[in-house]
T-cell receptor, first 115, second 107 residues
Framework: DVKVTQSSRYLVKRTGEKVFLECVQD?????MFWYRQDPGLGLRLIYF???????EKGDIPEGYSVSREKKERFSLILESASTNQTSMYLC??????????????FGSGTQLSVL | RKEVEQDPGPFNVPEGATVAFNCTYS??????FFWYRQDCRKEPKLLMS???SGNEDGRFTAQLNRASQYISLLIRDSKLSDSATYLC????????FGIGTKLQVIP
């Protein structure tokens, strides 16, 4: 079974802190994604990557950056956390080229609270 | 207009009932369509893909209407374990999720 592992299930940070959310997948998938999920807004794509050292902005990249130094690892970085970044963060991966990425496998999510 | 629109519900139905959800999408060039299921406080998981000719998986039937730009999910003989949020997903260059429709099956 595909396993997508997110480093923390719950995280509490203070405003202005730098936050790292780590995601690792074990199925050699090319594609990796970071979403945030908020009530009434659904899942929104922050950043995605189709290859090592490659990254593309999603729909809401402001306030975030990402790093993909190795194929299996995709990190989301909040340079200076703010209260409006309190959310559930979901990492996902999929197999295939950018044109064919279909089934997404999700990690169990990180509930981030910024105080 | 949102790229993918769903009625958030909740839909409260008795066990054994048949329930249907619709989802509309705005981009006529969308290529692929899916339904994901998300249990409370869990991650989304793929329920089924949606094909142009319609497809069935046990009690679940998915259909696509390209002319009207909507997809549907029909659940027959609802079980308590079907209680979850059902996410409509549409792909055109990137994957876009609807906000989900919450289903609660009542004993």
């Amino acid at each position: 079974d595909v396993k997508v592992t997110q480093s923390s299930r719950y995280l509490v940070k203070r405003t202005g802190e730098k936050v790292f959310l780590e995601c690792v997948q074990d199925m050699d998938h090319e594609n990796m994604f970071w979403y945030r999920q908020d009530p009434g807004l659904g899942l929104r794509l922050i950043y995605f990557s189709y290859d090592v050292k490659m990254k593309e902005k999603g729909d809401i990249p402001e306030g975030y950056s990402v790093s993909r130094e190795k194929k299996e690892r995709f990190s989301l970085i909040l340079e200076s956390a703010s209260t409006n970044q309190t959310s559930m963060y979901l990492c996902a991966s999929s197999y295939g080229t950018a044109a064919t990425n279909e089934k997404l496998f999700f990690g169990s999510g990180t509930q981030l609270s910024v105080l | 207009r949102k790229e993918v629109e769903q009625d958030p519900g909740p839909f409260n139905v008795p066990e054994g009932a048949t329930v249907a959800f619709n989802c509309t999408y705005s981009n006529s060039a969308s290529q692929s369509f899916f339904w994901y299921r998300q249990d409370c406080r869990k991650e989304p998981k793929l329920l089924m893909s949606v094909y142009s000719s319609g497809n069935e998986d046990g009690r679940f039937t998915a259909q696509l209407n390209r002319a009207s730009q909507y997809i549907s999910l029909l659940i027959r003989d609802s079980k308590l374990s079907d209680s979850a949020t059902y996410l409509c997903v549409v792909k055109h260059q990137k994957v876009t999720f609807g906000i989900g429709t919450k289903l609660q099956v009542i004993p």
